[in-house]
């Protein structure tokens, strides 16, 4: 099973704990491409990231509002309860934040982007057995 489909399973297991709203489980899931787009930036930050964004101060700002926004807009999805409701505050804000995440995640991974090898990667040989 990949790593994707581990977190998506994760996350809905998280969705069922709290109950059987589908609110619930349209912001885990939410939740779970947030994470996994996550990953894919931190993994290519030095590549993409850092030149756009040199000041560390910058980064960690656009970090927390963009984390924040994410969050606040699942919570209200969260909130919303029943399918219906969910959606129409989605529909209201053009999907915007899943249509964020599932682009970057097609991005990174529909195109290959891959991480630089960092020296100290590169330098670790393996170990006999």
């Known amino acids: 099973m990949s790593a994707f489909m581990i977190t998506i399973a994760t996350f809905m297991t998280s969705a069922v ?3 059987f709203y589908p609110g619930y ?8 491409l947030m994470f996994e787009a996550a990953k894919d930036i931190w993994k290519l ?8 964004l040199p000041n560390k101060t910058v980064r960690a700002v656009v970090a927390h509002v963009l ?13 919303a309860l029943t399918l219906e409701n969910g959606l129409k505050f989605m ?4 999907f915007a934040v899943p249509i964020g995440l599932v682009t970057i995640l097609v991005l990174v ?10 020296p100290h990667a590169q330098s670790q ?3 006999s057995a």
């Open 109 to 118: 991974r529909g195109l290959g982007l891959k991480p630089d090898r960092s």
């Open 67 to 79: 984390t924040n926004v994410t969050a606040f807009y699942g919570g209200i999805v969260f909130t």
């Open 17 to 19: 704990w709290h109950g």
């Open 45 to 52: 930050r030095q590549k993409f990231i850092y030149p756009v």
């Open 125 to 127: 040989k393996p170990l």
């Open 25 to 32: 489980f349209i912001v885990f899931f939410i939740f779970a």
């Open 91 to 94: 529909n209201a804000t053009f």
